[in-house]
């Protein structure tokens, strides 16, 4: 069973707007499309989005040297202004010499209070076992915010990579399970790295039930694409919800491998 636990940590505390923006990122543990490390770099992406809710992606904890043993979550916190939930996916002894666990996984950055917190499992292929095989593992990270007094949902994932869609199909219905009946005006978002294409078949179960802001405020194409940061050719990190959509774009941005997604809901 799912234990929730409550978490208020630091962070300012902005007015609240009518209409949130919500930034979904993968943040490559801090390390830039030019191969340089540069956390404070990617905090001003996201300060400069002016996002009150933010999803992170591959976000380290104490993890190795190649991104300095730092608590990412916290110093991103710090730098932003904003308070924090960190969801392990990995949560490994300490390498030799190191006294702090190694962590890594996903976030949920907010300008609004965090009323409480969660950490989901589904099913994943680990990318540190030898000789893996799908299992249920933490990583589907959940905040409950009060938005304006009125508590949201939000969850922030990492689909699998691999072309072989058989893992993400699996973790798709199983995210579709957590999110629970599709209620009219269900106040949750969904931001992520999906790790496939608008039209790929094992994502529509997940855009029936959570639409796809892009879409939404564009209509279908192939407007959008998030990656390589560099020159991007794929459309694989989203913000999603059930609210109406006022904006959404791509910051141009190379502070990571991926460019993030920015949406601006109307609040109903």
């Known amino acids: 069973m ?6 208020l940590t630091g962070g300012a505390r902005a007015s609240w707007p009518r209409s949130p923006r919500v930034l979904s990122y993968n943040i490559h543990a801090g390390i830039g499309a030019d191969g340089r490390l540069d956390l404070a770099r990617t905090a001003r992406v996201i300060t400069e989005s002016r996002a009150e809710i933010v999803g992170l992606q591959e976000v380290d904890v104490h993890w190795s040297a190649r991104s300095g043993y730092a608590d990412q979550a916290a110093e991103l916190a710090r730098l932003t202004g904003m308070s924090v939930f960190f969801a392990p996916i990995y949560d490994l002894d300490p390498e030799p010499g190191h006294d702090r666990r190694r962590q890594y996984g996903v976030a949920v950055l907010s300008r609004y209070p965090i009323l409480r917190t969660g950490n989901h499992r589904l099913t994943r292929l680990s990318t540190v076992d030898p000789g893996p095989v799908p299992k249920p593992a933490p990583g589907f990270g959940e905040a409950v915010l009060a938005v304006r007094g009125i508590p949201v949902h939000v969850y922030v994932t990492h689909l699998d990579f691999r072309p072989d869609p058989a893992i993400r199909q699996r973790q798709v219905a199983e995210t579709v399970r957590i999110l629970g009946p599709d209620r009219p005006g269900a106040r949750q978002l969904l931001l992520g790295d999906f790790n496939a294409e608008p ?8 855009f029936a039930r959570m639409p796809d802001a892009w879409s939404a405020a564009h209509g279908p194409g192939n407007g959008g ?8 050719v794929k459309r694989i990190d989203y913000v999603t919800g059930r609210w109406p ?5 791509v910051p141009d941005t190379r502070a990571s491998d991926h460019r993030p997604v ?3 809901f109307t609040c109903p």
């Open 262 to 264: 920015l949406a601006e």
């Open 245 to 249: 959509v006022a904006t959404a774009g």
């Open 2 to 7: 799912l234990v929730f636990s409550a978490l």
């Open 199 to 206: 039209g790929a078949p094992e994502l529509a179960p997940l």
């Open 225 to 232: 694409r998030t990656y390589p940061a560099e020159a991007p």
